[in-house]
């Protein structure tokens, strides 16, 4: 049950019972005390009228899914139910859920609940940011037919929900490569690819048993065994920019949530294409997840990219260094950032320099500014050349800008739009 805080709506009505009080005190006589006696039960019974009224309210809050992708709107259902024998005449609802997320409360006002009566709002909330965040924040508000308290009513979280970024189909993203991206025949140790059948020979010791071909061995009556192709897929790894510094603007319309929006996209395309993907990041707390392999393990980078924050100190550059002992060989490296320094310029021309794959993608972080478009950074425009001329793929993504068609679309070896 929600905690009833009761309040006196108007002082001044208590002002006039305390005068005819000292009326009746100073100058005595049947009036003054029959004045003061009226007004004093007046209050004990509006008193008693909205404690008794509005402690008997409940309500149940209800949503129509529990997941969402942000920017949605979430639509709700809040019943309230009078089980008290009193009317309650008047009420106000306010229902705060998300205003700590930057979303504005929704308000309601209402003629009240009649005695033993229920009532159902709907409204929606919205549009609702990337995170989880916990639905049924209500305040109700009310009191007794003479105006004179008014009782607050604060039912506290009851559903909770996820809002995952949005997630841009890619067609294409290209990066300038040392070697063709995808599947590629290899004389390396590798994992065995099930989907392509190379060879059935005769069991041989040192064979993995799990191989062995069980209708061919019956039929000839000596152990076969399966052999499958060697494959492996590009490394891919997707640095996000945690670093607070590095972004602009708030919630749905900054650089954060777009960034985020970016890599997700990023991830699922190379997951698509048979890609062991690792995202990497460094925020209030270190963000990696993987290497994994296969567009079914998706959603693990979803679940995770839902809590994800730009509260960091470390900018990209030093966590590129920080992973540059790490990458495996043939390994592609995307950034994905809103500020490029001359640090991060210098990390991505060292790791292509050292036979790396890169690509870069920097969010124009001047068109995301609340306060309106500023002049492009000092600098930016030379560093994305120098970029290019050295193979590193560049994107350059403004606030107006759909990303599957600034990633997806043809690259030509320079700073693309």
Known sequence: MPRLELALADRRFLVLTLVFLALARVASGALPYALFYFTAGALLAAWAWSRYALGHISGSYRTTRTTYLAGERVEVEFRLYNESFLPVPWLELRDTSLTGAGVSEVRW????????E????????GPLPRGVHT????RVRGGDGLGLFAGRLDFPG?????VYPRVHALDAFWIPAAEPMGRRRTQERSQEDYANL?????FAPGDNPKAIHWKLTAKRGELYVREYEKAVGTEF???????RQAHEGLGAEGTEERAVEVAASIVRFALARAHRV????QGSRPLRLGPVRGLA????????????????????????HLYSRRLPRGATLVAVTADLTPALTSALLARRGAGFPCALVLLARETFRAEGEGPPPTGRDPALARLSRAGVGTYLLTRADRVAAVLGGAYRGRAAR
């Open 297 to 320: 393990r998706f959603g693990h980078f979803l679940e995770t990219l839902v809590r994800v924050r730009a509260d960091g100190e470390i900018p990209l550059s030093e966590v590129l």
């Open 198 to 202: 190379a060879d059935v020979r005769p």
């Open 158 to 162: 009851a559903a909770e929900i996820k």
């Open 109 to 116: 006002a209402d003629r009240g609940l009649g005695a033993l």
């Open 118 to 125: 229920s009532r159902v709002f709907h409204y929606s909330l």
């Open 278 to 281: 690792v995202l990497a990041g």
């Open 237 to 243: 790894f997707v640095f996000l920019d945690l670093c």
């Open 135 to 138: 639905l049924g924040r209500v």
